[in-house]
């Protein structure tokens, strides 16, 4: 599977913006599918999961409320919708996949990774 994360940009405190990932190859409904992100110094930090049949979704605390992750599989995308963004949510951002059906926290645990698509939100 490859993937292509787009949708990144500079907003303001308070803001939205919405995540894609584009995904290569035929077997993308059978992949658990992740959003991580990276701030400068920091470790990479998961973000949201949707299961392969996206009818189960997963939010750390940070974001649950905010952030809602979709996916649709006969377009091979995963979406991530943000909204009242903060300025701790500054960052780039990740598409993962991981043929597992279930979802982890751990960045090592995904398979496939996209580009990343940076994420800025000033004060």
């Known amino acids: 599977v490859q993937l292509q994360a787009s949708g990144g940009g500079l907003v303001q405190a308070g803001g939205s913006l919405r995540l894609s990932c584009a995904a290569s190859g035929r077997t993308f409904s059978q992949y658990t599918m992740a959003w991580f992100r990276q701030a400068p110094g920091k470790e990479r930090e998961f973000v949201s999961a949707?299961?392969?049949?996206?009818?189960?979704?997963y939010y750390p605390d940070s974001v649950k409320g905010r952030f809602t992750i979709s996916r649709d599989n006969a377009k091979n995308t995963v979406n991530l919708q943000m909204n009242s963004l903060k300025p701790e949510d500054t960052g780039v951002y990740y598409c993962?996949?991981?043929?597992?059906?279930?979802?982890?926290?751990?960045?090592?645990?995904?398979?496939?990774w996209g580009q990343g698509t940076q994420v800025t939100v000033s004060s």
């Open positions: 993962a996949a991981t043929a597992s059906s279930y979802y982890y926290v751990m960045p090592e645990k995904y398979d496939y």
């Open positions: 949707i299961s392969y049949r996206g009818d189960n979704t």
